[in-house]
């Protein structure tokens, strides 16, 4: 019974990072480490260190990634802090979607405000698109990475 509540959680996670609602890695990563406390073992620690190094590798490698591909778009910090706090207030006021639209808004508003014009701001909301796009992918790819460690072990026995 163990087992599938921790799968369960996994997949919740998953859709974190997915969906980028809530900390989809952070959670698979806590299933997984509480799966490896309550089964023990060379496998399971194995399991865990993997996981570890999946999670932490990816969730800096997107912020690393992510912010070079919008530095050589030419999108400025302050269009990144001005899109992240209009995307949190977008969060509370639109569920689900608000988050990526306000970011998006946000970056496009900041630069018009900036003095870019519309072609470059719409080319900067565009990065920020992307940027957001690539971010997930490097999430859940961290994510499936536990995931199939796990699975992997729990298939070998």
């Known amino acids: 019974m163990g087992t599938v509540i921790v799968g ?3 997949v ?4 974190g990072a997915l969906t980028q609602i809530y900390p989809g890695p952070a959670i698979v990563l806590a299933a997984v480490a509480v799966w490896a406390f309550m089964t023990g073992g060379t496998a399971a620690w194995v399991v865990l260190a993997v996981s ?3 999670v932490v590798v990816t969730s800096a490698g997107k912020y690393v990634l992510v912010g070079r591909r919008l530095q050589r778009a030419g999108v400025p910090g302050a269009s990144l802090l001005v899109g992240g706090l209009v995307g949190m207030a977008g969060f509370f006021l639109v ?5 990526p639209i306000g970011f998006t808004l946000g970056v496009y508003l900041w630069e018009l405000v900036r003095g870019t014009d519309q072609v470059g701001a719409r ?6 698109v992307k940027a957001q796009g690539l ?3 490097f ?3 961290g ?5 199939a460690a796990w699975g992997g072990a729990l298939i070998r026995g």
């Open 95 to 99: 569920p689900v979607v608000g988050l």
């Open 135 to 137: 971010a997930i992918l």
């Open 143 to 147: 994510c499936l990475v536990a995931a």
């Open 139 to 141: 999430e859940l790819g």
């Open 8 to 10: 369960l959680i996994i």
């Open 123 to 128: 080319a900067a909301a565009w990065e920020a």
């Open 52 to 54: 570890a190094v999946a």
């Open 12 to 15: 919740l996670g998953l859709g």
